[in-house]
């Protein structure tokens, strides 16, 4: 399957992250500064900067300190990717390819929003749960499992 590259993996996590994972991380300087306070008042205080100054300071940030966590964010050399970066990999390529194979719920008379993005992810996900699910439980005796050993797992 190909994927991202491993410095691309770390950009789409670094500026993915969360508040506290950039407060960990090693934030940058970056020209969205001020917009993204400006919307991060206006949804924490309604748009009251001394409500939200308060705010911050709850959570143990400076203005300053919390302005350049809208800058450009890296993750730090040793640091792990978050979870959610492996399943995004998969999900982003699978949903990317081109979905040959026929797919037993998808019905060209009742057509699904978006189903040309979602067999080849369901599809992924379908397979990857197989697999996941054989390696664990080599007591089935036909492969692929039957939708009744499926639904008892």
């Known amino acids: 399957m190909n994927g991202f590259l491993p410095e691309e993996l770390r950009d789409i996590a670094a500026r993915a992250s969360t508040l506290d994972e950039r407060r960990a991380a090693e934030p940058g300087k970056g020209s969205t500064e001020s917009k993204g306070m400006a919307g991060w008042c206006a949804s924490a205080a309604g748009g009251d900067f001394q409500l939200f100054h308060k705010w911050l300071a709850v959570r143990g940030l400076q203005p300053d300190a919390a302005a350049s966590l ?7 050399a040793g640091m792990a990717l978050p979870p959610w970066a492996e399943a995004f990999e998969w999900s982003a390529v699978a949903m990317a390819a081109p979905h040959r194979e026929a797919s037993r719920f998808l019905d060209s008379r ?5 189903e040309h993005l979602f067999s080849g992810l369901i599809h992924e996900a379908q397979h990857r749960r197989d697999t996941r699910m054989w390696a664990t439980c080599r007591c089935f005796s036909r492969w692929p499992p039957t939708a009744e050993v499926r639904r008892t797992v």
């Not at 809208?70 to 730090?76: D, E, M, N, R, V």
């Not at 009742?110 to 978006?114: A, E, G, L, R, S």
């Open 70 to 76: 809208f800058g450009s964010a890296t993750l730090p």
């Open 110 to 114: 009742w057509p699904v929003p978006f």
